[in-house]
């Protein structure tokens, strides 16, 4: 099992950063695939940026240019540096990491820290 805890949240004004967390506990995340996804209200949830287990990264076509992910092994921890906020950033953000171990999916979210761009 891996208990996955979001912070960094907030408020922040348009044009502002903000830097979230995800702390991982119960086993080791290394050789997990780890993501970042939101969820805006009324709207589905959506991918906004992750990383495989071979180290490719990907970011929803919204965030390219302004989001950047990143993991600390050291820490058991995955980040998600966000620059240029807008409006339409304003979300739930989750951390979720995911594998196939045996041949059973293993997939874990946390519970969301909320971010809210507005002036």
């Known amino acids: 099992q891996v208990q996955l805890v979001e912070s960094g949240g907030g408020l922040v004004q348009p044009g502002g950063s903000l830097r979230l967390s995800c702390a991982a506990s119960?086993?080791?995340?290394?050789?997990?695939?780890l993501a970042w996804f939101r969820q805006a209200p009324g709207k589905e949830r959506e991918l906004v940026a992750g990383?495989?287990?071979?180290?490719?990264?990907k970011y929803g076509d919204s965030v390219k240019g302004r989001f950047a992910i990143s993991e600390d092994n050291a820490k058991n921890a995955v980040y998600l540096q966000m620059i240029s906020l807008k409006a339409e950033d304003t979300a739930v953000y989750y951390c979720n990491v995911y594998a196939i171990v045996g041949g059973r999916l293993q997939d874990y979210w946390g519970q969301g820290t909320q971010v809210t761009v507005s002036p």
């Open positions: 990383i495989t287990r071979g180290g490719l990264i």
């Open positions: 119960g086993r080791t995340i290394n050789g997990f695939n």
